[in-house]
């Protein structure tokens, strides 16, 4: 029984750099929207009861809304580690980044109408991601499984091809 192993795209390396460095810049950009919208609520109760309120309700969604995002974010830092050190399951990692991201991001750019220019980066980044994971090469390399080698041929026990 003979056994191939794909070459490894060269497109991964790339891709897993930047999948890194996003999901880095990602969290730093959360952290800072974080404190300042914690600080807008704060100033909010200036305004009296009414505005200190509805801007605490708006914060906190705000806020739960980073959360998910930074939980996005340890997703696709996951996905680039994983697909760094050529584990199979760095395709699917990001692939189930990209579209939660696709859904959530274009739900974001249809209540923000479309100025938020995160969602865009994030929104054309997934698009990239499911059409790089999505190319027979790079299904070839991550479906060869875990063992590093997966059958050329199926044979039988009684194949004497």
């Known amino acids: 029984m003979s056994f191939s192993n794909p070459a490894r795209p060269g497109i991964l390396g790339p891709l897993a750099f930047c999948s890194l460095l996003l999901s880095f810049l990602n969290v730093v950009w959360i952290l800072i929207l974080a404190v300042v919208a914690i600080l807008a609520g704060a100033v909010g109760w200036l305004f009296g009861p009414v505005v200190g309120v509805l801007g605490s309700l708006v914060v906190g969604l705000f806020v739960l809304m980073l959360l998910v995002q930074s939980l996005l974010s340890l997703l696709l830092f996951l996905a680039a580690w994983k697909t760094w050190r050529r584990r199979p399951s760095g395709r699917s990692l990001h692939l189930t980044w990209a579209w939660i991201t696709v859904i959530l991001d274009l739900l974001d750019l249809a209540f923000t109408a479309g100025i938020d220019g995160g969602a865009w980066i994030r929104l054309i980044y997934a698009m990239i991601v499911i059409f790089v994971f999505n190319r027979d090469d790079v299904r070839a ?21």
């Open 141 to 161: 390399y991550f479906a060869r499984g875990t063992s590093g080698l997966s059958p050329a041929k199926a044979t039988a026990v009684d194949d004497w091809s």
